[in-house]
């Protein structure tokens, strides 16, 4: 059974850092794709950052580029996503999710490209 567990949320202060990690178990040998979504309330999730397996190959939302870094743990099934710089827009509640090598080609910043997913980890940012 897969699962996700994300940790590393907090309350910080504007232009204050996290990082947010990702631990996940059950991938039969490692995920193919990565990503960080986040949800405020009301709102739709919505794609933050994503990770090929290799590693090497990311994509970013326009509103989180040059501030957040998503990278892995190349031995460990592990994700962290390195947030610089935060803003109070950035507050919110932030899931890991990902997708298995059964599934062919997808949209690494699209909620619907991923079947598992973490409980979230809350990110406060106030002034």
């Known amino acids: 059974q897969v699962q996700l567990v994300e940790s590393g949320g907090g309350s910080v202060r504007t232009g204050d850092s996290l990082r947010l990690t990702c631990t996940t178990s059950?991938?039969?040998?490692?995920?193919?794709?990565m990503a960080w979504f986040r949800q405020t309330a009301g709102e739709r999730r919505e794609g933050v950052a994503a990770l090929f397996a290799s590693g090497k190959l990311t994509h970013y939302a326009d509103f989180v580029k040059g501030r957040f870094t998503i990278s892995r743990d190349g031995d460990k099934n592990t994700a962290f996503l390195q947030m610089n710089d935060l803003q109070s827009e950035d507050s919110g509640l932030y899931f890991c999710a990902a997708v298995s090598w059964k599934v062919g080609q997808i949209e690494p910043l699209d909620e619907n490209s991923y079947p598992n997913w973490g409980r979230g980890t809350p990110v406060t940012v106030s002034s």
């Open positions: 059950g991938f039969n040998k490692s995920w193919k794709y």
